[in-house]
């Protein structure tokens, strides 16, 4: 069951999170073994689905004796699908409770369990191995931490000397107007969002080096764009699945999102950076 009395709630990407296992019942897929292919339509949090995930596992070069963290877990869909394809165990961090519920669910449904600890908890403070992590990844969960000397100074001592993290998240292309800020704030839970500029200088400051970023701003616009088309022009058949609250909900969502790369105030950034020591 959803907690709605939750800060992060008022996102509602995260809200009506029944609709993933009311999407398998109607598959027929209600309990029983899962195949991790037959989630990847629900359980991709970011712009891009597996492909994606799939371009981080080839630039870090994971490996199956490899030990990664994931930031933000969700559903656990990216952890998941790395586990699968490289074989490598995750440890795979989510703040909200029913999210970090369902993923561990369908992660030993996709017999998957032996490589994937879910924890539950926030990346601040949630306990960690020190300099124990070859690799570090995160989608879409940065731009919700305003803390980010603390963000990254945990993410610095957690992985080892010389270990990768690799991050795809939002950043600022322009000083934020208090429309925009107050529309980050109430539907994505992100109270702070800088430039490229200062993420980079918050990560050197943390420790990283040969800091990478890409531009994924115009890949992002055109992604959330045909997501929201994709979401209208089902319209019908989600309602008739799902009810009329849990689409007005995402569908706000969406067009919330679509507004805010639109408006070109927000961007995106993909980022890869060493943990030196
Ligand atoms: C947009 S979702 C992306 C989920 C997943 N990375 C994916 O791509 O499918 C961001 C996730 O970060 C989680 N999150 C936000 N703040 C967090 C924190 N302080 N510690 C751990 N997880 C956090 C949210 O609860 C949410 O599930």
């Known amino acids: 069951m959803t907690d709605l009395s939750s800060p992060i709630k008022t996102m509602k990407l995260y809200t009506h999170v029944e609709r993933v296992e009311r999407e398998l019942a109607a598959q027929g897929l209600n309990q029983g073994p899962l195949a991790t292919e037959d989630l990847v339509a629900m359980d991709q949090l970011h712009y891009g689905g597996?492909?994606?995930v799939d371009e981080a596992i080839e630039q870090l070069g994971l490996q199956s004796g490899?030990?990664?963290?994931?930031?933000?877990?969700?559903?656990?869909?990216?952890?998941r699908h790395i586990a699968k394809k490289v074989g490598c165990a995750i440890t795979a961090v989510?703040?909200?409770s029913d999210l970090n519920t369902l993923a561990q669910q369908l992660t030993e449904r996709c017999q998957l369990g032996d490589q994937i600890t879910h924890q539950c908890g926030d990346i601040l403070d949630t306990p960690l191995p020190s300099q124990s992590f070859d690799a570090l990844v995160s989608w879409l969960t940065v731009l919700h931490i305003p803390d980010r000397d603390a963000l990254f100074s945990r993410c610095h001592e957690a992985i080892k000397t010389g270990g990768q993290i690799y991050i795809e998240d939002f950043c600022a292309q322009q000083v934020?107007?208090?429309e925009v800020k107050d529309q980050l704030a109430e539907d994505v839970f992100c109270h702070y969002l800088p430039s490229s500029a200062q993420y980079e200088q918050d990560l050197l400051a943390a420790g990283f080096v040969s800091i990478e970023m890409e531009n994924m701003s115009p890949d992002w616009t055109k992604f959330v764009s045909m997501r929201l088309a994709k979401f209208q022009a089902g319209a019908d058949e989600f309602v008739?699945?799902?009810?009329?609250?849990t689409y007005r909900a995402l569908h706000h969502f969406y067009r919330s999102i679509v507004r805010?790369?639109?408006?070109?105030?927000?961007?995106?950034?993909?980022?890869?950076?060493?943990?030196?020591r």
């Open 50 to 52: 597996v492909a994606v």
């Open 66 to 79: 490899d030990h990664v963290l994931d930031v933000g877990a969700g559903l656990g869909g990216p952890a």
């Open 94 to 96: 989510e703040l909200q």
């Open 176 to 178: 934020l107007s208090r």
């Open 240 to 245: 008739a699945r799902h009810g009329e609250p």
């Open 260 to 276: 805010l790369f639109d408006s070109g105030a927000i961007g995106g950034l993909r980022i890869q950076a060493v943990a030196a």
